[in-house]
């Protein structure tokens, strides 16, 4: 069962993307203090107590990975966000990675920073727990932040060490001890390559918890990610290196937010043009290995070129007839073709078209053009319950019997 996460959110309000920060083992959503402030100019930030820390509520443990994630689902339905920038550190990054496995259209782009794919033996979690339950957490709590800062920091900044500790000491000692169950039984390694987000992972060179190499791990194993090794910066790399944390994940997400525009829009003209049923088809035929291809297309054909204002639709159809049948991209022509057809050409423009090539670009080309238009338009007629007149496609057929090879 679900809990209603204890959290705050701060924006511009409707109409920016959102961005959802969820933190490390021990803390609570203002570990993220750094981040809300800059990036709450420009997006919606969600900053997030994770169940049995900060103001969240605190179940008997133990705790699951995919029940913590289950919890922040709950809380995007509540809020009525259908998908969000997920941003996750350490215990939080585990829970992200199973967002971006598990609910992948939740997760439009996904941030790890300082944390693993596997963290670690049981028995240590087991053992951890243990003192948690019988000590509480201000018995760990010094041993804990020595692996938060590299020395420097904490050696220049007494008071952020001391208010990191008693963050840890407020942490319910369930909550705190059920998440280490939780991170005992995690193990997301063969599922890295399920995750289709676009992946910033962000690691600390000091970092002694979740090293450069298991950051390395993860970022070898999701297939679109890019991975940031920051120095000086131990395990929570979003303090010591705020600015350029905060700067990357803007970056990130600002970068994935322009061309999920461009993608909606090149999908709508996209539509507009080749129809729903044809872009359907391509959409379910989409593979992880034609997916960017796909994307790449619906931004820059559609999106871009497809969508300015120099030349309508109308006449973009026409120039692209030409073009295709110019270059004897039979495939292409043979689609446009029909989705001329469904639309706004007539077959007596498909005739002047396909002439006009001929003499510029060569007869067997324009010849072949006229073989797919009578077919495609012979098919049109009988769809339409109508039969194809003798002044469309029909006398230029002649040239496919004196010249076609």
Same mark, same amino acid.
């Given at each position: 069962?679900?809990?209603?996460? %204890?959290?705050?959110?701060?924006?511009?309000?409707?109409?920016?993307?959102?961005?959802?920060?969820?933190?490390?083992?021990?803390?609570?959503?203002? !570990?993220?203090?750094?981040?809300? =402030?800059?990036?709450?100019?420009?997006?919606?930030?969600?900053?997030?107590?994770?169940?049995?820390?900060?103001?969240?509520?605190?179940?008997?443990?133990?705790?699951? #990975?995919?029940?913590?994630?289950?919890?922040?689902?709950?809380?995007?339905?509540?809020?009525?966000?259908?998908?969000?920038? #997920?941003?996750?550190?350490?215990?939080?990054?585990?829970?992200?990675?199973?967002?971006?496995?598990?609910?992948? %259209?939740? #997760?439009?782009?996904?941030?790890?920073?300082?944390?693993?794919?596997?963290?670690?033996?049981?028995?240590?979690?087991?053992?951890?727990?243990?003192?948690? +339950?019988?000590?509480?957490?201000?018995?760990?709590?010094?041993?804990?932040?020595? +692996?938060?800062?590299?020395?420097?920091?904490?050696?220049?900044?007494?008071?952020?060490?001391?208010?990191? =500790?008693?963050?840890?000491?407020?942490?319910?000692?369930?909550?705190?001890?059920?998440?280490?169950? @939780?991170?005992?039984?995690?193990?997301?390694?063969?599922?890295?390559?399920?995750?289709?987000?676009?992946?910033?992972?962000?690691?600390?060179?000091?970092?002694?918890?979740?090293?450069?190499?298991?950051?390395?791990?993860?970022?070898?194993?999701?297939?679109?990610? @890019?991975?940031? &090794?920051?120095?000086?910066?131990?395990?929570?790399?979003?303090?010591?290196?705020?600015?350029?944390?905060?700067?990357?994940?803007?970056?990130?997400?600002?970068?994935?937010?322009?061309?999920?525009?461009?993608?909606?829009?090149?999908?709508?003209?996209?539509?507009?043009?080749?129809?729903?049923?044809?872009?359907?088809?391509?959409?379910?035929?989409?593979?992880?290995?034609?997916?960017?291809?796909?994307?790449?297309?619906?931004?820059?054909?559609?999106?871009? &070129?497809?969508?300015?204002?120099?030349?309508?639709?109308?006449?973009? =159809?026409?120039?692209?007839?030409?073009?295709?049948?110019?270059?004897?991209?039979?495939?292409?022509?043979? !689609?446009?073709?029909?989705?001329?057809?469904?639309?706004? &050409?007539?077959?007596?423009?498909?005739?002047?078209?396909?002439?006009?090539?001929?003499?510029?670009?060569?007869?067997?080309?324009?010849? =072949?053009?006229?073989?797919?238009?009578?077919?495609?338009?012979?098919?049109?007629?009988?769809?339409?319950?109508?039969?194809?007149? %003798?002044?469309?496609?029909? @006398?230029? @057929?002649?040239?496919?019997?004196?010249?076609?090879?």
């Amino acid at each position: 069962m679900t809990v209603n996460l %204890a959290h705050h959110l701060i924006g511009p309000g409707p109409g920016a993307p959102t961005v959802v920060l969820l933190g490390s083992l021990g803390s609570d959503r203002s !570990m993220w203090d750094p981040q809300v =402030r800059t990036l709450s100019e420009q997006f919606n930030v969600l900053a997030v107590d994770l169940r049995g820390h900060g103001g969240s509520p605190v179940p008997p443990g133990p705790y699951t #990975v995919a029940e913590l994630g289950g919890d922040v689902l709950t809380l995007l339905d509540t809020l009525a966000l259908p998908a969000a920038h #997920v941003v996750g550190l350490s215990l939080g990054g585990a829970v992200a990675q199973w967002l971006a496995t598990h609910s992948p %259209a939740r #997760v439009q782009t996904l941030t790890l920073l300082c944390t693993s794919a596997k963290f670690g033996e049981p028995t240590g979690w087991f053992d951890r727990a243990a003192a948690v +339950r019988s000590g509480g957490t201000g018995s760990i709590a010094e041993a804990v932040v020595e +692996r938060w800062y590299t020395s420097e920091l904490a050696s220049r900044d007494p008071e952020l060490v001391a208010s990191s =500790r008693a963050m840890v000491a407020a942490t319910s000692n369930e909550g705190y001890a059920a998440c280490c169950e @939780a991170l005992s039984e995690w193990d997301g390694r063969a599922d890295l390559a399920r995750i289709a987000a676009p992946t910033l992972v962000i690691a600390g060179r000091q970092d002694p918890s979740t090293t450069p190499a298991d950051l390395g791990f993860i970022a070898e194993g999701i297939a679109r990610s @890019a991975l940031h &090794v920051l120095d000086p910066a131990a395990h929570l790399a979003n303090v010591e290196q705020a600015g350029r944390v905060t700067a990357l994940i803007a970056a990130h997400v600002t970068g994935r937010a322009q061309r999920s525009e461009a993608y909606e829009a090149g999908m709508l003209v996209r539509r507009a043009v080749l129809g729903d049923a044809h872009v359907a088809r391509s959409v379910a035929e989409t593979t992880e290995f034609t997916a960017p291809f796909q994307d790449f297309i619906t931004r820059t054909a559609w999106g871009d &070129v497809w969508s300015r204002t120099g030349l309508d639709h109308h006449t973009r =159809r026409l120039l692209t007839l030409a073009i295709l049948t110019a270059v004897g991209n039979e495939h292409e022509l043979d !689609m446009h073709i029909r989705a001329a057809l469904r639309d706004d &050409v007539t077959p007596d423009e498909l005739v002047e078209v396909f002439l006009h090539t001929a003499i510029y670009a060569g007869v067997p080309n324009s010849n =072949r053009a006229f073989a797919l238009g009578k077919n495609a338009l012979a098919e049109h007629a009988r769809s339409a319950g109508t039969a194809p007149g %003798a002044d469309t496609l029909g @006398a230029p @057929a002649e040239i496919e019997e004196q010249s076609g090879p």
